[in-house]
């Protein structure tokens, strides 16, 4: 017996002679072991992933590390969450005490509830300012751009614009400030608008222009703005206010070195694709685009 | 600044603990599968061994970090379970080849003998099993064993003998 438990640890440790391993393969037990050995294998640990129990360490460590501080640290925690919390209730306050600001990027619109839940849908590239504080006093905005507003019923709502101010007691009207171009469109209600010490009240439907230095008084049957259908419709402009408009929606720079951009365009474009918008403006115009890069050459054909 | 209790060369350091860990993880699991089955989470056991280490690390050298790290995995896990059997679980498809799979009394017979020797490896103190699965599962020289288990070259080669002579005895049903 004594013998046996040597032979097999011998073999086990693959000391066994030629000899030995002759005659050790000639026992009972022999196929036993083997069997034995061979299907140990098959019990084998599952897989371990070292990387990601490191990483689950390095986390539980640096979440510690954190618990584990001491009171002091504890303390100078509380007392920056106030100072935290306190900024920004302060600002917040401050903040809405003085100028709310809010700006479009080109392509981007912007939809604004003013303290009295009156509306503002702020088209792109523009920028509209107002004083929160003094809302209840007097509802006073700045518009540099295009706005549809939607407007509480209430005291004197104002829009003053680089042109002019519009004025209006409770309405939907739609006011566009470019540098090329003032209108405003009335939805519903009354609107006044103030421009050139000339004072015009707009009813629902009407629509004014100022453009050249001449303000035209225009019908428009539409219930929402172009803008709002991510369309820009165009009557009797000329190509370079047609372009400026254009770049209100698009994020590209025209050369228009090849061409006359006096020439008079009347059409629309849509604001979602830029291949069919140019098409839209240079095929009536007998005009052919490139685009490279940001910026697109125009040319005659 | 007087660092008296702190040792010099010890594991704080980020990159020693991640290689201690590169070192020593793996080996850490499946000591701690071998020895107490599946159900006792040996993941997390490892986890809660470093952790250990971690705290500890000012106090602990380089080299004693294994012993440390396995004599926690081993104590954490003691109080859980006294009498309970550790049944391994066991993968036949490792096994299979195409006339194998075709012949449906050999799968039969193998299962049945997987069956045996499950409950055979279960029967085995934990020591033994731990020692034969390492050896020849995990290909662990007797020496590493033997730093593992806190015990001779000789304990180890006599414990993997027994723990083989056993499970003949039982797979046979001798």
Redesign the interface.
């Known amino acids: 017996m004594i013998m046996k438990e040597e032979l097999v640890k011998k073999w086990l440790n693959n000391e066994l002679t030629a000899e030995e391993m002759e005659s050790f393969k000639k026992t009972n037990e022999y196929h036993s072991y083997a069997k034995i050995l061979e299907r140990a294998k098959y019990f084998k640990a599952p897989e371990f992933d070292e990387k990601s129990s490191l990483e689950g360490l390095n986390f539980a460590i640096k979440s510690r590390k954190k618990a584990s501080k001491n009171t002091i640290y504890q303390l100078i925690g509380a007392i920056s969450a106030v100072l935290i919390i306190g900024f920004f209730v302060y600002k917040y306050v401050f903040v809405s005490a003085s100028v709310n600001q809010f700006n479009t990027g080109i392509a981007k619109t912007e939809q604004i509830e003013l303290p009295d839940y009156s509306e503002v849908s702020l088209n792109a590239n523009s920028s509209l300012s107002f004083k929160a504080q003094q809302w209840d006093d007097e509802r006073l905005l700045s518009l540099n751009g295009e706005a549809l507003f939607e407007v509480e019923k209430g005291n004197k709502f104002k829009v003053s614009t680089d042109y002019g101010t519009v004025e209006v007691l409770g309405t939907v009207f739609n006011v566009k400030s470019r540098d090329y171009i003032f209108e405003v469109q009335c939805f519903e209600g009354s609107v006044k608008v103030d421009i050139n010490k000339d004072q015009y009240i707009l009813k629902q439907n009407d629509k004014l222009v100022f453009y050249n230095d001449q303000v035209s008084l225009l019908q428009n049957n539409t219930s929402i703005p172009d803008w709002k259908n991510n369309i820009s419709i165009i009557k009797s402009q000329n190509l370079g206010n047609v372009l400026d408009e254009f770049k209100n929606y698009y994020d590209v720079k025209f050369d228009i070195s090849q061409i006359d951009t006096n020439q008079i365009y009347t059409g629309s474009f849509s604001h979602q694709n830029l291949e069919i918008a140019l098409n839209s403006i240079t095929l009536p115009l007998g005009l052919s685009y490139k685009i490279d890069g940001e910026t697109v050459f125009l040319s005659n054909k | 600044m007087k660092k008296e209790t702190a040792i010099k060369d010890n594991c704080c350091e980020e990159s020693v603990f ?1 290689k201690l ?2 070192l020593h ?2 080996d850490l ?2 000591f701690i ?2 020895k107490f089955g ?1 159900e006792h989470n ?2 997390d056991k ?2 809660v061994a ?2 250990k280490l ?1 705290e500890n690390c000012k106090n602990i050298s380089v080299d004693k970090a294994k012993s440390f790290l396995f004599s926690v995995a081993n104590n954490s896990t003691l109080n859980v379970i006294k009498h309970k059997k550790v049944v ?5 498809k ?2 299979k080849n195409d006339n194998d799979i075709e012949d449906p009394q050999f799968l039969m017979e193998e299962k049945e ?2 069956a045996r ?2 409950k055979a ?1 279960s029967h085995l103190t934990e020591e033994k099993r731990v020692a ?2 390492l050896n ?3 290909g662990k020289k007797h020496k590493e064993i033997a730093e593992i288990l806190g015990i001779s070259r000789k304990a180890v ?1 006599k414990r ?2 027994t723990a ?2 056993q ?2 005895k039982e ?2 049903g001798i």
Not at chain 2, 88 to 92: A, N, R
């Open positions: 991640a860990h590169r993880a793996r699991h499946d599968y071998y599946e040996p993941k490892v986890q470093f952790m971690w391994l679980k066991y993968e036949l490792a096994n003998y997987m020797y499950q490896l034969f699965l020849r599962v995990e080669e993997i003998y083989l002579d499970l003949r797979i046979d």
